[in-house]
Every structure is written in structure tokens, then in C-alpha cells.
């Protein structure tokens, strides 16, 4: 591939700017809307980075040389230079912290290349796509952490292209060890007040747990009252709680629990969690709905929510006393209305047990006369009766359900504020419960997709991920790649989700092509990729 001054590219070079024109960027325009984003001043990678950053300084001052740190995101998170001059020149461009210099944004550099290919790169003057960066020659080296290999950010050293040398690359690759040997002992040193902060915590009778990044701790007590897809649920709890937080969940086992998260300082992302088991009085006071098997109500109970919530599995659990028949709304339009009636007034004239209407928005006008005049008697067998969402009932079918000393609504399973404890009761529905676990990788997926199919459609993706692995940890690679790419929209607001929607469509269509993805939504490649990226859409 040749730049537009007819300049031979090496591969990797060529294969950078490939990768920067189908992205939309232009060499003559991209650093004309630079993308600025917050930086955090007390990150681990800068912690980590600040010692080897302020030795580097000092030995480049004197130098027209710059020294440049980015974030795994691309974020530019140090900036120096030894030379004002050069320090200004970048200020005119736009490059600060906080700057955006992947790929996709500015095109071919040292740090963006370097995050993009995973390996050290060096970009020489003409080699730089942007063309305002062509004054330049960059070396570039990704800084990954030691123990878990996750990327952390790229390391670059910047010079004017006549000043270009072959010295800088080793001398780049060596501060990088130095740095990743900081990261190594932020990690010692994080882990160390981790294990202080759990052994101060634990007793023999109290279940306590220490979570962080990469560290799992738990006690005797916590240990005999965990299982696998509690631990996930715990270390998702502690995941997203940025102070201290504190939730009731039932455990595995049956147990109610209360848990309490809480940070540790001086532990980068670590959180000690301690577990009070309730006692049968408590749990009662505080079941919330939906997260555990209700006990049996007076009077007649109306179920509503949307097709998949469980409302079948609801109203059996809501029966008030046995024995119990059980009569359908599609049984009234299939076998006629007048079979179905004499069912019904036969289990009223028994006058005791329950009676179940499980779809009792499906049954005809008379047969909803039938059922209210016996509601409204309030005498004899309880009736338990599922309908649809209250929304979409008719007059006289709220007129029935209005007779009902209790109404439960169910929520859509995206909506369940419960939701990693459904996700490991349908994990032990399917037999799986002793072989398999969900990671909270995989859990925070679940729980950010919108589950248009509800219940059902996650006893299949539980199955198809079930069969895939046959035992142990359920993780992000087991589920389906589909539902992975639309879970990452589920923080966006409406009107973006929407947005989001038409691309994730626009883009299954043409088979994954952005071109042609970009031409039947109307827009050009470069708007294309300024959304995938604003709404999160995997590319």
C-alpha cells in the first residue's frame, strides 16, 4: 500500500492505515475533532507508571523528545516534553490529556498502534496517517499487567522525524518492564491489605469474603454456606458497587441472607463482604417479592405480567389451600365454553380448597360473568387467577381481578431486581446447579440484556450454554455472540437504545460489511463509527 505521496508503507503500517480509512478517518482531517475524555488521576496505571515516567523525564530533558502514556482506552493520561517548542506544536494539535489516539480516531501512531496490534511499533514521519503527525517519528510498546495479561495502556516516546533513533525502541520496551513491575507490586501491595482487612473481619461464626480483581477469599463459615453461583453473585454485587452497599438475597441453599459490601482501602477495586444469615422470622419480615417462593395468602390473588415472567410458577406457589384444580383460559377456547363452566361449578360446590385460572384474560365474556360472580361471593374455594399485563385487560376482566384481595405483578426478567438469584435457580431447574456456575463476567451479561423472550429464552440460552461446556464455569465465551453484542446496550437511554437497535440490524443485514451497513441507514462510514463507538456497538 502507498500514502497519497506515493510512499512504500511496511505491513504493518499499511495494514494500520487499512484499518484507519475503513474506520472513516481522513489523513487530512483527523485531528480536526479530537475526542476528549475524563481522566482519573489516581488509576493503577498511572500509579504505577509515575515513578518510571519521572526517571524517563529526567533522563530525556535536554532532548526534543516527548513521552506519552495512554489507557487500554486509548486515553492519553501523561504528556511531557523536554522541548517548549514541541510542547507547543502538540497543544496546536490538540494532543492533551485526556485526548483519544486509537486508531480509529486518529489513525497510525505509536500508542494507538500499539494498543491495536498488542506489540511495540515504531511509526516513522511519512508513516503517520494523520498528515499533521507526519513531522513525527513515534515508538510504541504496550504495557500489559503481569499476573492477569490484561492490557493496561501503551507507553511512547515522541520526536521530531529528522531526529528519529533506533536507540529509543529498547529504551521504550525497558520502561515498560518497569512499569508493569510497578503494576505487579501495586497488586502485592493491594492483596496485602486485602488479607489485612479479611483477617480482621473473620470469626468462626461470621461468613465473611474479600473480592478484588484477582483475589477470592473466604472463611471456614462462608465457605460451608456458599456455593458456586453464590460466589458469582457476590463477586458481581461487589463489582458494581463503587461505596458501600448492602442487599437481602437468597442463597443457594434457601438461606436468606443480608449482605453487606464494602471497600477496603488501600485495595484497588477490592471489597469485603459479609454475610448474616436471617433467621425464619426475619426472612419472613423481609422476603421481597419475587426473590423467593411466597408463603400461602388469604382471599382470592391475581397474578398479571407479560408472556415468559412465570406467572404459572407464581400462581402454584400462591395457591392458598389444597387441594387445588386447576382450569386454563386456552382450555375454555379449545374444548368450549360450556365443558369448561361445569368444571368450574363443580370444584365451587366442593366449597373448600382452591381453584386456578391460569389465563383467565383468554376465557369468553360469560365464562368471566361465571368466575366473577363467584369472586364476588367470597365464599368457598380461593381462586388464584393469571392474566396478561393490567394494561391490556378488558372492563369486565378488571372488574374481576378488582374483587382479589391481592394483586401481584410481575416484572419483565430484565426488570428483576433479583436477577442473579433467577439465573441460579434456572441454572438448578436444569440439573446444572452442582456442575456449573455462572461467572460474573457472564452474569453481568445476563443481567444487562433486555430478555425480550423472558424466562423461556433464558432456559435456552442456560441450556445452549449448559451443552456447550459440560462442566464447571458458564463464562462469557458460552453464550451466544448475539446476545453478548446486544447486552452492551442496556445502559443507553431510550432513544439511544433505539438508535442502537437500527445499527446492530443495519449491520446483521449486510453480514457484518459497515459499508453497506452505513448505506441503509442513510449515513456516511464515518458517522457509522462515531455511533458503534458512542452506543457501545461491537465492531
Known amino acids: 500500500m502507498t500514502s497519497s505521496r506515493s510512499v512504500v508503507l511496511r505491513e504493518p503500517i499499511a495494514q494500520s492505515w487499512r484499518r484507519a480509512s475503513l474506520a472513516g478517518v481522513r489523513p487530512e482531517t483527523a485531528l480536526l475533532d ?16 509515575a515513578p518510571v515516567l519521572e526517571d524517563l523525564d529526567e533522563r530525556l530533558a535536554g532532548t526534543a523528545m516527548s513521552t506519552v502514556l495512554v489507557d487500554h482506552d486509548g486515553r492519553l493520561v501523561h504528556r511531557w516534553s523536554a522541548d517548549r517548542a514541541v510542547e507547543d506544536c502538540l497543544d496546536q494539535l490538540g494532543i492533551g490529556v485526556g485526548t483519544c489516539l486509537l486508531e480509529d480516531e486518529v489513525g497510525t501512531t505509536g500508542p494507538g498502534t500499539a494498543l491495536e496490534t498488542r506489540s511495540s511499533i515504531v511509526v516513522h514521519g511519512e508513516e503517520h496517517y494523520a498528515e499533521a503527525l507526519r513531522g513525527f517519528s513515534c515508538y510504541g510498546h504496550p504495557i500489559f499487567h503481569p499476573v492477569t495479561r490484561r492490557l493496561e495502556g501503551a507507553l511512547d516516546i515522541t520526536l521530531l522525524a529528522a531526529e528519529a533513533n533506533p536507540l529509543l525502541a529498547p529504551l521504550v520496551a525497558k520502561a515498560v518492564e518497569e512499569i508493569e513491575r510497578q503494576l ?109 417462593a411466597p408463603g400461602p395468602v388469604a382471599g382470592h390473588v391475581h397474578i398479571s405480567g407479560p408472556p415468559g415472567t412465570g406467572r404459572t410458577t407464581e400462581a402454584r406457589l400462591r395457591v392458598p389451600e389444597e387441594p ?196 441503509t441507514l442513510g449515513i456516511s462510514r464515518t458517522t457509522l463509527y462515531a455511533r458503534m463507538r458512542a452506543l457501545k456497538v461491537p465492531g
Open 324 to 519: 387445588c384444580t386447576t382450569l386454563t383460559g386456552s382450555e375454555a377456547v379449545l374444548g368450549g365454553s360450556a365443558a369448561w363452566a361445569a368444571r368450574f361449578t363443580a370444584a365451587v360446590e366442593t366449597g373448600s380448597g382452591s381453584i386456578c385460572v391460569d389465563g383467565a384474560d383468554l376465557l369468553p365474556a360469560e365464562l368471566v360473568d361465571l368466575v366473577a360472580r363467584h369472586a364476588a361471593r367470597g365464599v368457598g374455594p380461593h381462586l388464584v387467577l393469571t392474566t396478561g399485563p393490567r394494561e391490556g385487560l378488558t372492563g369486565p376482566e378488571r372488574a374481576l381481578i378488582a374483587s382479589c384481595g391481592e394483586n401481584v405483578e410481575l416484572l419483565p426478567l430484565a426488570h428483576r431486581p433479583d436477577f442473579p438469584e433467577v439465573a441460579a435457580r434456572m441454572l438448578a431447574e436444569l440439573g446444572a446447579a452442582r456442575t456449573h456456575n455462572i461467572t460474573p463476567g457472564a452474569l453481568r451479561i445476563l443481567g444487562s440484556y433486555d430478555w425480550p423472550g423472558n424466562l423461556p429464552e433464558l432456559r435456552g440460552v442456560l441450556s445452549q450454554a449448559i451443552r456447550k461446556r459440560s462442566v464447571g464455569a458458564i463464562g462469557p465465551g458460552d453464550l451466544p455472540p448475539a446476545l453478548v453484542a446486544d447486552a452492551s446496550g442496556q445502559e443507553l437511554a431510550p432513544i439511544e437504545r433505539a438508535e442502537r437497535n437500527a445499527i446492530v440490524a443495519a449491520l446483521r443485514s449486510a453480514g457484518g460489511n459497515k459499508v453497506r451497513a452505513a448505506s
Open 34 to 49: 479530537l475526542r476528549f475524555d475524563e481522566v482519573d488521576p489516581a488509576s493503577r496505571l498511572l500509579s504505577a507508571a
Open 184 to 292: 505487579l507490586e501495586g497488586s502485592r501491595v493491594s492483596e496485602r491489605s486485602l488479607l489485612a482487612a479479611f483477617q480482621s473481619a473473620s470469626r468462626p461464626t461470621r461468613p465473611v469474603v474479600a473480592i478484588g480483581p484477582d483475589l477470592l477469599l473466604c472463611n471456614q463459615a462462608a465457605a460451608d454456606l456458599l456455593e458456586g453461583a453464590d460466589v458469582a453473585l457476590l463477586w458481581n454485587l461487589a463489582g458494581e458497587a463503587a461505596g458501600p452497599s448492602e442487599m437481602e438475597t437468597e442463597l443457594r441453599s434457601g438461606q436468606r441472607a443480608r449482605v453487606r459490601a464494602e471497600p477496603v482501602p488501600g485495595a484497588r477495586g477490592g471489597m469485603l463482604v459479609e454475610i448474616r444469615p436471617l433467621s425464619p422470622s426475619e426472612a419472613r419480615r423481609t422476603r421481597r417479592r419475587g426473590a423467593v
